[in-house]
């Protein structure tokens, strides 16, 4: 059995769409504001769903491949942030601790004043052991998997 195109776009941006609007009620609803990288991995979501739109009514291979591109792209910043949060490398200074060695008590107190609220080398919630950042990675993968079977797929 072969899916067909539109179903297979439909599935990948409404998987984006659902994962967004989750994000939102993590947000919104659940109280759990955002970090920078949080941030970062709802763009690539935001314009998988417009490719996605877009591609219902446009034919061709070009923007399923667009849309395999945008959840290729959250999936990486989603390992990235996983990565952050379980301390294998740093994440962007403006959200992510590091040692004071070396740094004046002043200097310290002004990175501690403009550090942001939200901190990206956190994880805020998980499940099954993967964070928010790790199951958006997963999830985001197989969207881009969706993506390429709908860009092999017949019009």
């Not at 923007?63 to 490398?89: N, S």
Request: proline letters at 5%.
């Amino acid at each position: 059995m072969t899916l067909n195109r539109h179903l297979l776009i439909v599935l990948a941006a409404g998987g984006s769409a659902a994962l967004l609007l989750g994000a939102f009620a993590f947000q919104h609803l659940g109280g759990m504001a955002p970090c920078k990288l949080c941030l970062w991995q709802r763009w690539p979501h935001a314009a998988a769903i417009v490719i996605g739109v877009l591609a219902l009514a446009v034919p061709g291979r070009g923007l399923p491949l667009l849309g395999m591109l945008a959840a290729l792209t959250t999936a990486g910043i989603g390992l990235y942030h996983t990565g952050v949060e379980r301390g294998f490398w740093e994440g962007p200074s403006s959200c992510t601790s590091s040692a004071a060695g070396g740094m004046s008590a002043e200097d310290l107190f002004e990175q501690i004043m403009a550090a942001p609220l939200v901190r990206c080398d956190e994880v805020p919630w998980e499940m099954l052991g993967l964070s928010m950042a790790s199951w958006n990675a997963v999830a985001a993968l197989g969207f881009a998997l969706l993506w390429a079977m709908a860009a092999r797929a017949r019009v």
